[in-house]
């Protein structure tokens, strides 16, 4: 059952190592960004694409830990909370550009981000499941 399930296990690390990477402001604003986007738009697309990437990823967490699969879940929502609490300080009228550098502002001031915690926790832990 080993031989079966450690694959299944590592590549359960794997997609949740690249849903980690590709939720994080930097990746997420240059793949949804357009410039015709108003803050609201922006705003509405970079949510609905952290909700559908963790969708795509949600049965991975009968391969992992519940603490890896809480640090992916916890990540998912503060992420999700930032986005929502910069968008909250905008104009009505802000476009996606200014709604973009503060979430980067924000990400690039807290040092170390949310996502590299939890990219730390999930590459332990698929070094420990490897030995």
């Known amino acids: 059952a080993n031989n079966t399930v450690l694959p299944l296990q590592l590549q359960a ?15 997420l604003i240059g793949r949804v960004y357009q410039p ?3 803050a609201v738009d ?6 609905q694409t952290i909700r559908n990437e963790f969708d795509h990823n949600v049965t991975q967490q009968i391969y992992v830990s519940a603490a890896a699969w809480d640090a992916v ?9 930032i986005i929502n609490q910069v968008a909250s300080h905008l104009p009505a009228d802000a476009p ?3 709604l973009n550098r503060q ?4 990400f690039l001031q807290a ?5 590299d915690l939890t990219a730390q926790i999930i590459n332990l832990e698929a070094k420990k499941v490897m030995h």
């Open 13 to 27: 690390y794997e997609r949740l190592a690249l849903f980690t990477e590709r939720i994080r402001p930097q990746s």
């Open 36 to 38: 015709v986007l108003s």
């Open 42 to 47: 922006m705003q509405i697309a970079l949510i």
């Open 73 to 81: 879940k916890t990540l998912k929502e503060q992420t999700i909370s």
């Open 96 to 98: 996606a550009k200014e």
């Open 103 to 106: 979430l980067l502002e924000v």
């Open 111 to 115: 040092g170390e981000s949310p996502a």
